[in-house]
């Protein structure tokens, strides 16, 4: 069955510094795709990102960047210059396809990320 | 703007009663979900529909229950037979070619 882990129950650190949230998945499908989610206080995931397996190029977007090692089965998150607004929960998943062609996604149990200032 | 609704944003309820969680979407997904979260927890996959008047079970879809009449809602009914119903439900939408989902704000439910 499908997993994903995030070890890291609660990261604290101060606002500028850089911190990388870890993710580990386990899955016998070939094909997959991986995301990270960010949930603010007010409850809503909001989407930040999906990678193809196929993918194993890392991506950046501005202070956000991915590194996906399909060797390690990890999908690791970094923001850079933290700021206190990126204080969040933020999930990992993985999908699991259904037979009707759409997917089902496997969390992890989250990351709670506080930036003090 | 297209999105996803969900109300109430908090809902209260006795033990023993049902009660019915609202999902809508605009954004023409053919495929919604329902999850649950727990504090401390990751979100767990309750039921979920890839097109009307069908749906599956998730993981944890003991005590609930869902319908699809129309694709732009989703349902979803807390009974009596669930014996933990108090958490944060989040509903979610996606098309069905892979996509990310899109979730809606959420509902509370505490059951007394």
């Known amino acids: 069955a499908q997993k994903v882990t995030q070890a890291q129950t609660e990261i604290s650190v101060v606002e500028k510094e850089d911190v990388t949230l870890d993710c580990v998945y386990e899955?016998?499908?070939?094909?997959?795709?991986l995301f990270w989610y960010k949930q603010p206080p007010s409850g809503e995931l909001v989407f930040l990102i999906r990678?193809?397996?196929?993918?194993?190029q890392n991506e950046i977007s501005g202070r956000y960047s991915w590194n996906f090692q399909k060797s390690t089965s990890s999908f690791n998150f970094t923001i850079t210059a933290s700021q206190v607004v990126d204080s969040a929960v933020y999930f990992c998943?993985?999908?699991?396809?259904?037979?009707?062609?759409?997917?089902?996604?496997?969390f992890g149990k989250g990351t709670k990320l506080t930036v003090n200032p | 703007d297209g999105g996803i609704t969900q109300s109430p944003k908090y809902l209260f309820r006795k033990e023993g009663q049902n009660v019915t969680l609202s999902c809508e979407q605009n954004?023409?997904?053919?495929?919604m979900y329902w999850y649950r979260q727990d504090p401390g927890q990751g979100l767990r996959l309750i039921y979920y529909s890839q097109i009307v008047n069908d749906f599956q079970k998730g993981d944890i879809a003991e005590g609930y229950s869902v319908s699809r009449e129309k694709k732009e809602s989703f349902p979803l009914t807390v009974t009596s037979a669930q014996k933990n119903p108090t958490a944060f439900y989040l509903c979610?939408?996606?098309?069905?070619?892979?996509?990310?989902?899109?979730f809606g704000p959420g509902t509370r439910l505490t059951v007394t």
């Open positions: 998943a993985l999908s699991e396809a259904t037979q009707g062609g759409s997917e089902k996604l496997v």
């Open positions: 979610a939408s996606s098309t069905r070619d892979k996509d990310e989902q899109y």
């Open positions: 954004l023409n997904h053919d495929a």
């Open positions: 990678r193809n397996s196929f993918d194993e």
């Open positions: 899955t016998r499908d070939t094909t997959y795709y």
